[in-house]
């Protein structure tokens, strides 16, 4: 099944505890992107990467950090977690530009 | 940067048809409309996508008039099950990124 998988689906952490959520896509799909959803913000770009080792920013990439080592992996780094990073992240993956995006189920992370 | 506008929100009632419309101002020559459905703490689902005229699948119709300066996309006989949020995310064409906006709330009322 074609599918985007995210891990973990919830966490709660605290400030400055550093977390990685992993991404991943079994499609074979060269680009990858993260977003944050925030309510009455809607869905905000942090980075994407088009293909393996070549990732940039988005609209929000202040406090993350990315890595494409491998097409089907796109792990979300936060070294130094603060509460305003509080969030329901998603994870998606495409073919390339202007084809259908597949979304993961999320990642909701609480940091205290 | 490709940004759309769409209602905030739309009530409707179990049967009826609904009509939800974008505006798309700056949108590419080259760029394809989509339309994504997503469901509380899910993820955004791809629902349909066209270029120009009118595209339909087993969930809606697209209709997308000669300029392409807007788009609308049906949903025949809604039901209880269709009460979601529905984007019609513009596109930025340096980052080929896909850009979301709040999309237009939709809820069915029995």
């Known amino acids: 099944e074609a599918q985007v998988t995210q891990n973990p689906r919830y966490l709660i952490t605290v400030t400055g505890k550093k977390l990685t959520v992993t991404c991943s896509q079994n499609?074979?799909?060269?680009?990858m992107s993260w977003y944050r959803q925030d309510p009455g913000l809607g869905l905000r770009q942090i980075y994407y990467?088009?293909?393996?080792?070549?990732?940039d920013k988005g609209d929000v990439p202040e406090g993350y950090k990315v890595s494409r080592k491998e097409k089907r992996n796109f792990p979300l780094i936060l070294e130094s977690p603060s509460p305003n990073q509080t969030s329901l992240y998603f994870c998606?993956?495409?073919?390339?530009?202007?084809?259908?995006?597949?979304f993961g189920p999320g990642t909701r992370l609480t940091v205290t | 940067l490709a940004k759309t506008t769409q209602p905030i929100s739309m009530d409707s009632y179990e049967g009826q048809e609904v009509n939800i419309t974008c505006s798309h101002n700056?949108?590419?020559?080259?760029?394809?409309i989509t339309w994504y459905q997503q469901f509380p703490s899910q993820g955004p689902r791809f629902i349909i996508q066209?270029?120009?005229t009118k595209v339909t699948n087993e969930v809606a119709s697209l209709f997308i008039p000669a300029d392409r300066k807007s788009s609308t996309l049906s949903l025949p006989r809604v039901s209880l099950s269709d009460t979601a949020v529905y984007y019609c995310?513009?596109?930025?064409?340096?980052?080929?990124?896909?850009?979301f906006g709040s999309g237009t709330r939709l809820q069915v009322q029995p």
């Open positions: 998606a993956s495409s073919k390339g530009r202007g084809y259908e995006q597949y």
């Open positions: 066209g270029y120009k």
């Open positions: 700056n949108i590419a020559t080259n760029d394809y």
């Open positions: 499609m074979n799909h060269e680009y």
């Open positions: 995310p513009g596109m930025d064409t340096g980052r080929r990124a896909l850009t």
């Open positions: 990467s088009m293909n393996v080792e070549v990732t």
